[in-house]
C-alpha cells in the first residue's frame, strides 16, 4: 500500500478526524472544522490524481469524514474502508459526482455530499468566453501574434462567426446551462432552442421577458423553443453547449451521427464531462470541417487529449478550469467541508441545495445542516426545516 509522504495538520487535538484529500482554496473550511473540534488533515502528496491506494492510507484505521476530489475513484473499496474506519461522510468537491459509486456509500451508510450552487455562474462564464473564442478564433489570433506574423488589417484576417441573431442550443437547462443560455441571450441577443428531460420554466419566462423589452425598444425580439428532440437542437443551433450531468444516458451524447447533424459552421461547447462526447469522432469531424470550432472543458480520458486534438486549430482547449474563480473554489470547499461536518455532527441536510447562500456569508456562522448530500433519502437523513 502506498504511504502518504506529505500531511498537513490542524488542530491536532481535536476530536473528529477529517482528511481532505487535496489542498483547498481559502482557509474558511479549514476553520469551519477546526472550530467544530475536527482535526483537518491535508494531504500534500505532490501527485495530482491520488490512487484508490493512496487515500487507503490516508483514512487508515480511524477516519470520521473525507473530503475528496472529482479525478478519485470513489467505489466499494474506500467506502467500505472508510466505514471500517469509523467514517459515515464523504463529499466530493465537485457538482458532478460521477465519479462516486452512490449504491456502494448506501451500502455502507456514507452520506455523499457535493457542491451545487457557487459554482454556477463561473462555469456559465467559462461556457460563454469558449462559445467566444472559438466563434471570434481568438487563441488562433493570438497564437498568430505572438509567432510575429501580422505585418498589417486584412479584410479576410481571421474571419469568424457573429453571435447577433443567431441561435444558442443549450443541452441539458439545469442550473449551469440556463445560467449560460441567459448569458448568450442576454448578452448578445441570440435565439434559444434547448433540451432537457424537464422543462426550464424561469429561463423560458426570461428570454420572453427580454424579447419583450427588446421589442418596446424596437429591436429584434429574442425567442425561445423548447425542442422535442436532442437532434432537432444539433439541427438547429449555431452555438450548441452541453451541461447535462453525466451518466449512461447521457455518455457519448454526442457521437459520429450527431455531429454529421450539425450545421457544417457550427460551434460546440463542452463543459460537462468529456464522455458526453466521443472525442475520437470529434477529432475526425474537425478535421474534414475545417469552419466546424469546438471550446473543450473536458476531456474523455482527462488529463490526455484523444490523438489529434491537439493539432486542431478549430479547436479551444482548457484543462478543467470551468469553475476555476477565487471565490468559486473558496465556496466549493466550504460546502465541502460542511457536507462532511454536518454528517458527523448529525445535523439534517439542507433543504434546498439550490439556495446555498446562506452557507457562504463570511459574516455569519454557516446553518447547522449538510448543504447537498446527494443520498440523503437512501441513508435515512432528515431535511432540515430552516
Ligand atoms: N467543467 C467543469 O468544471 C464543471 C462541470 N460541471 C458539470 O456540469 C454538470 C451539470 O451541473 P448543474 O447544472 O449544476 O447540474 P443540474 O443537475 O442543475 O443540471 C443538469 C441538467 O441535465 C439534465 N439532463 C440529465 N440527463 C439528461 C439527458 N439525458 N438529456 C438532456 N438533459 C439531461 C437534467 O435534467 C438537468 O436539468 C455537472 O454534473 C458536472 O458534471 C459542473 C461544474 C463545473
Ligand atoms: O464541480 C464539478 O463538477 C467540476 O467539474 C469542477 O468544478
Given at each position: 500500500m502506498a504511504k502518504p509522504v506529505s500531511i498537513e495538520v490542524w488542530n491536532p487535538s481535536g476530536k473528529y478526524r477529517v482528511i481532505s484529500t487535496k489542498p483547498m482554496p481559502g482557509t474558511r473550511w479549514i476553520r469551519l472544522l477546526t472550530d467544530q473540534d475536527c482535526r483537518v488533515?491535508?494531504?500534500?502528496?505532490?501527485?495530482?490524481?491520488?490512487?484508490?491506494?493512496?487515500?487507503?492510507?490516508?483514512?487508515?484505521?480511524?477516519?470520521?469524514?473525507?473530503?475528496?476530489?472529482?479525478?478519485?475513484?470513489?467505489?466499494?473499496?474506500?467506502?467500505?474502508?472508510?466505514?471500517?474506519?469509523?467514517?459515515?461522510?464523504?463529499?466530493?468537491?465537485?457538482?458532478?459526482?460521477?465519479?462516486?459509486?452512490?449504491?456502494?456509500?448506501?451500502?455502507?451508510?456514507?452520506?455523499?455530499?457535493?457542491?451545487?450552487?457557487?459554482?454556477?455562474?463561473?462555469?456559465?462564464?467559462?461556457a460563454a468566453?469558449?462559445?467566444?473564442?472559438?466563434?471570434?478564433?481568438?487563441?488562433?489570433?493570438?497564437e498568430f501574434m505572438r509567432a510575429g506574423l501580422y505585418d498589417g488589417w486584412l479584410p479576410n484576417l481571421f474571419v469568424g462567426n457573429l453571435l447577433k441573431g443567431q441561435t444558442v442550443g443549450v443541452i441539458g437547462a439545469g442550473r449551469i446551462g440556463s445560467a449560460y443560455a441567459r448569458m448568450m441571450v442576454e448578452g448578445f441577443k441570440m435565439n434559444l432552442i434547448y433540451y432537457d428531460l424537464y422543462q426550464a420554466t424561469r429561463l423560458e419566462k426570461f428570454v420572453t421577458a427580454y424579447g419583450q423589452f427588446l421589442k418596446a425598444n424596437g429591436e429584434q425580439p429574442v425567442t425561445w423553443k423548447r425542442a422535442s428532440s436532442m437532434d432537432e437542437v444539433l439541427q438547429e443551433a449555431d452555438v450548441i453547449s452541453l451541461h447535462p450531468i453525466l451518466d449512461k444516458t447521457t455518455y457519448h451524447l454526442i457521437n459520429k451521427e450527431r455531429l454529421s447533424n450539425m450545421k457544417k459552421e457550427a460551434i460546440l461547447i463542452n463543459c460537462s464531462r468529456g464522455p458526453v462526447v466521443d472525442e475520437v469522432a470529434l477529432v475526425e469531424h474537425l478535421k474534414v470541417n475545417p469552419m466546424f470550432r469546438v471550446g473543450l472543458d473536458v476531456f474523455e480520458d482527462e488529463p490526455h487529449m484523444k490523438p489529434g486534438l491537439a493539432d486542431m486549430k478549430n479547436a479551444v482547449v482548457v484543462p478543467h478550469i470551468a469553475s476555476a474563480s477565487k471565490w468559486t473554489r473558496e465556496g466549493m470547499a466550504t460546502l465541502a467541508a460542511l457536507n462532511v461536518l454536518g454528517k458527523i455532527k448529525g445535523y439534517p441536510v439542507w433543504s434546498n441545495p439550490n439556495n446555498v447562500e446562506p452557507f457562504l456569508n463570511e459574516n455569519s456562522p454557516?446553518?447547522?445542516?449538510?448543504?447537498?448530500?446527494?443520498?440523503?433519502?437512501?441513508?435515512?437523513?432528515?431535511?432540515?426545516?430552516?
Open positions: 488533515e491535508i494531504c500534500t502528496l505532490k501527485n495530482t490524481i491520488l490512487s484508490v491506494e493512496d487515500i487507503l492510507a490516508l483514512i487508515g484505521d480511524r477516519c470520521d469524514g473525507v473530503i475528496g476530489q472529482l479525478t478519485e475513484d470513489w467505489g466499494e473499496v474506500l467506502f467500505s474502508a472508510l466505514s471500517r474506519a469509523g467514517g459515515r461522510a464523504f463529499s466530493n468537491m465537485a457538482v458532478g459526482y460521477n465519479n462516486v459509486d452512490v449504491e456502494a456509500a448506501n451500502k455502507y451508510g456514507v452520506a455523499v455530499g457535493n457542491t451545487p450552487g457557487v459554482l454556477t455562474e463561473t462555469t456559465a462564464e467559462l468566453s469558449l462559445s467566444l473564442a472559438a466563434a471570434r478564433r481568438i487563441v488562433e489570433a493570438d454557516p446553518p447547522a445542516a449538510s448543504p447537498s448530500i446527494v443520498n440523503a433519502k437512501a441513508i435515512g437523513l432528515t431535511a432540515s426545516k430552516l
